[in-house]
């Protein structure tokens, strides 16, 4: 085998219930990730020495050397099956990127779970999903969700994913920044925010708190968002979608209140910051309005570019094998 290449998808969240902040600086999470239809491809191929090329959206603002999550889940995957397990001194990685990033779509993450399956292969390795989602939970809290995409239900940190039943497909369009936003910043604006309303670290301000949310404590999953996504309904879903961290994401970056609200005034059944941002979504009523609202919310200004998706897409996939006779 002489190079292998996978495709892996960007993600929204349906729900992402935070927790208050841990002792080792994370966050209890109870989210709702849901792949969608904007992929990045990662090829992997023997080499002398290990290398990592970044092409496409954002190329310029990918780290290059150990801290690219490409490169430790190569090194997470070495680790967990031994240095043998490759036949030649090195790794060249090739990440083609269409997820903007540091937008709150898990674009690194997904860079990292592309090149545990691509590697997976390459080295005949031969661990199960299971396995590699273990690898996964090592490099970033997002890696496992993207190994296995569709839409799953993430607790811990976000590493601990369940596959979820859902009937049909969203159609999302998607609007993206000119600005990035590091995710820690996001998660300690909200903890700021939390704090200054007079609760304790992570303790959401009551007002703030949706129905769903009960009393404080950890945070619970939403059992009608579930039901929404069982019943294959946007007209259900879309009131019940919610983001934590979007006051924290608001607060850094306040135009972002102009895209969601040009979003609603063009009939968005639901319009949310994505994970941390600052890319937002919104949920359209199907494939004709996806269309109408990508024109609407170009026309009104209020981002960089938009692209319409669809949900949910699968996980990281190998879509191409080049060996020595090809
Ligand atoms: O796991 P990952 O490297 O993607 O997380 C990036 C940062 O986001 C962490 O360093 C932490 O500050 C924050 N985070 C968090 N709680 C989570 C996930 C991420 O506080 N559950």
Redesign the pocket.
């Known amino acids: 085998m002489t190079a292998v290449t996978a495709r892996v998808p960007a993600k929204v969240n349906l729900q992402l219930s935070v927790g208050p ?1 841990r002792a080792d ?5 109870v989210t709702v990730f849901h792949a969608v239809s904007l992929f990045d491809e990662v090829t992997v191929a023997p080499a002398e020495r290990d290398t990592v090329l970044v092409t496409g959206e954002g190329n310029g603002s990918v780290p290059l050397d150990g801290s690219n999550l490409a490169v430790r889940a190569v090194a997470a995957l070495v680790d967990a099956v031994g240095p043998g397990c490759r036949d030649a001194p090195g790794v060249s990685i090739e990440i083609r990127k269409r997820i903007p990033v540091a937008a709150g779509l898990a674009g690194g ?1 997904a860079d990292a779970a592309a090149a545990l399956v691509a590697c997976n292969e390459l080295w005949g390795t031969g661990l199960s999903q299971q396995e590699l989602c273990e690898v996964a939970s090592h490099v ?3 890696v496992a969700f993207a190994l296995i995409g569709g839409t799953a239900i993430g607790l811990g ?2 590493d601990q994913v369940t596959p979820a039943l859902v009937t049909g497909t969203y159609h999302w369009v998607l609007t993206f920044a000119s600005v990035e936003l590091s ?2 910043a996001v ?2 604006a909200c903890d700021r925010l939390r704090a200054s309303r007079g609760g304790r670290p992570g303790q959401p301000e009551e007002a703030r708190r949706p129905a769903h949310a009960g009393p404080p404590g950890p945070p619970r999953l939403n059992t009608a968002l579930m039901a929404a996504l069982r019943s294959g309904e946007p007209e259900e879903l879309g009131p019940l979608l919610t983001n934590d961290l979007q006051p924290a994401a608001l607060s850094l970056l306040p135009d972002l209140r102009r895209g969601l609200a040009a979003g609603r005034e063009h009939g968005a059944l639901g319009a949310l910051v994505s994970g941390s941002g600052p890319t937002c979504a919104f949920l359209a009523r199907d494939a004709r309005h996806a269309r109408d609202l990508a024109v609407a919310l170009t026309g009104a200004g209020v981002c960089r570019a938009v692209a319409s998706v669809v949900g949910p897409a699968p996980g990281a996939t190998v879509i191409g094998v080049a060996s020595e006779k090809s």
């Open positions: 902040p600086g994370y966050h209890d999470l993450s970033g809290s997002d940190r976000g995710t820690a998660y300690a």
